[in-house]
């Protein structure tokens, strides 16, 4: 069984099989599908869509072969569509939210008032522009301080190839004061032994400094650091738009763009995010 017909099984299980597993497929109502498709709707909107889909061509099949009448209460169109919100509608809301980039440099004074690791490592994603993932998981075999590089594997990058970060001089100097754990290569040790911080943590940190899901100073998360270093680099500086969606490790398609790449600008990317430490700590 392939990886796709799995996941068919697996989200039919999960989230159809409980409402109507027991029911003969000539009984299922459009009641039963929005009892399904409702409680996820809005929290899971792409899985729900899929579940959706799933359910009106099963359906679909066994009126074909005449199990059921022909009317289908999983349609989409004209149908469902009257019942649920648009899913683009709801997916605007899984953005993340960024604090806006002129804030960044007092948040980060605020953050430098914490002695915790996970404020450390929230000091760090912010600096380099990276995923909270790449930044928990990160290693110090792959931190080359004396070239002032990390280099992120492949593996832990989302799109699957080794990704080289400059280190500003206020990055390196935050890991040179790292406390390091013996038997644990984690740069940022998480609570249990062994393991990296939490991939919660950063977040918790900003919510309980009053930022989030309505938070009362502002909707931002982590994730959104990449955003605000993005928009400053478009509006602040005159870095061209590859070398920032380089620093991002964003993949380019443009035939021409990669190529350029190639040496993925790395002299060119190293100043821009020294700049960018420099802006956000004020040295």
Known sequence: MGQHARQWVSTLKAYARPVIGSKPVDEVTTQDVLKILSPIWTSKTETAKRVQGRIENILDYAAAHNYRDPVNPARW???????LAKPSRV??????????YEKVAAFMVELQGYTSISSKALQFLMLTATRTSEVIRSEWPEIDL??????????????RREHRVPLSRQAVELLTELPRIKGNPYVFP???Q???????????????IGFG???ERGDYVPHGFRSSFRDWTGEVTSYPRDV??????????NKVEAAYRRGDLFEK?????????DYIINL
């Open 244 to 253: 920032a969606e380089m620093a991002l490790a964003h993949t380019i398609e």
């Open 269 to 277: 990317r190293r100043a821009m995010m020294q700049d960018w430490a």
């Open 91 to 100: 997916k605007k809301v899984t953005h993340h939210p960024a604090m806006p």
């Open 146 to 159: 004396d070239n002032e590089t990390w280099a992120i594997p492949a593996d832990r990058m989302k799109a």
């Open 190 to 192: 998480g609570a249990r």
């Open 194 to 208: 062994g393991r990296p911080l939490s991939n919660m943590a950063m977040l918790q940190l900003m919510r309980g």
């Open 213 to 215: 899901l309505d938070g």
């Open 77 to 83: 169109r004209g149908h469902l569509d009257k019942l």
